[in-house]
């Protein structure tokens, strides 16, 4: 549904001080291979959303979304959250570091 986040296993609708905090911007611009271009923390959790459902299995992507939560909810490093986010997508040749 357009506009309402996965949470678990139930649909939230983001309140507009959810969305403001969702859209502070990554550490540094993410660009994917295909010449995607990253700049937010709602920008990499709907990247993350978007992955079929074996990917977001794994630990590496279950980290990222992780540490992506708390950058947005809980004043978390967006630091980490952007490196976890890197690594995750380097581990699916996604993205190749500068």
């Not at 678990?8 to 001080?17: C, M, V």
């Not at 990253?38 to 992507?61: G, K, M, V």
Request: hydrophobic share 40%; with cysteine.
């Amino acid at each position: 549904m357009a506009g309402y986040w996965r949470c678990s296993e139930r649909l939230i609708k983001p309140t507009r001080r959810d969305a403001q905090r969702w859209s502070a911007r990554l550490a540094r611009s993410i660009e994917l291979r295909d010449g995607t271009e990253l700049d937010t923390l709602a920008d990499a959790a709907n990247f993350i959303l978007a992955l079929p459902e074996h990917y977001q299995d794994r630990n590496s992507w279950k980290r990222a979304t992780e540490l992506l939560m708390q950058a947005a909810e809980q004043d978390g490093d967006i630091e980490a959250a952007t490196e976890q986010f890197e690594r995750a997508l380097f581990l699916e040749a996604r993205y190749v570091r500068r």
